[in-house]
């Protein structure tokens, strides 16, 4: 009988070391090399004198260590990982680096991270079955990892309740409480009541935006969860409409840079208010009142620290007195009004009608959405939650780490990108 034996990747195993006068060079068995200076290797020390095993935690005082440390002799383990007994002022100290979790840190990699995968009109939202997402960590897994690359997916079959819904969006991490109260919204076509709290709860065509833009903490993931959908007309009544946000923030960098850098640096003001608002908490069988007035200063288009557009806050609706310099204000309504019509383009955006027990769920940082109008006959429920990016992220990262097989002492501190390395790890 032929026992298989998992072993990791020849990118993960160390060929050879040298040593050199500032760090060590290591040549991995596919020939790629990795310098990691001694500084560095030195505060990453993984020792029980510099790391505590039990809460992860580093132990290490950065103020006692050399600023120069000396290696003294450089080995590979018997289980192929680095092996580093220090000199100089430290003599004696030791220190094993698992290869892999090296090789998850060589800068080069980690330059080599891939993009997101933009997508346009012609995208097919990939979609999941609601028990499996539930019951399967490696279908939550891929829906996760669907999530990260093309920012929306579909989930059916979800049970057409709030329990449903809850149960979905609780499978990443907890709801983020809304400051109206309850912690799940409803869009019902209906309900005249709903029609005044929100712009997008009334029945025109609602132009694609982002949501929550007039919050500090813009929310990232949101759970549209279709519950009824009734049309004595067939047509195409609020049917969804998603456009990829970084799409569309490319297309604006190629085709009007000086748009861009303009709705990238510029500040734009965003306003809620929500006076006089009363509403039914179920969970303790109460009314409350409560007033909400919300205003957030920031760029239409966020960029992280490598320069690569990250967040949208795009949301028209909802837009309040830009206070730009007045000679400014002529070309940044020009910059604005190229965005709008560039977003609105037919061949960006996918549409689809969200049928009962299905959930679209998006990354709100990145997809705008909206949907076409509506008549008085449609009959339409959605009810919605939001999760935050934290909480999102962090299931990520740590299911990620299930995969990786390797320690927490190894995993705690990854980065996302280290962590999807060493995800990929094994052979099989
Ligand atoms: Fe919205």
Redesign the pocket.
Known sequence: MITLVQQVKLAFQINSVVKTEKGVVIIWKDSHETFFDNLWLRDSCRCSECFQHDTLGKNIDLLQIPLAPKIDRVSITQEDNLDIIWGGEEQGHHSVYDASWLRAHCSKVLAQKPRPQLWDGSFEVPQFDYSEVLNDDEVLFKWLNKLYKTGATIINETPKTEEGLKSLAQRIGMIRPRYHPTNIFKLDTTDEALHKINP?YKSDR?YL?A?YAAYDNAATL?FLHCVEYENPDKDEQAYSLIADGLKIAELLKEQKPEYFNLLSQEYVPFYRRRFSVQEEIPENDSIYNYQWEGYHLGHIINLDTQGEVRLLRFRSKLRAPFLLDPDKRQQFYEAYRYFMTLIEQPEYICRFLMAPGQVLVFNNRRIL?GRTGYSNSLRRVVNGVAVDEEAFRSRWRILLGRKTGMSDVWLAGCSDYSLEILADRMMF
């Open positions: 997008s609602l935006h949501d949101i959405h």
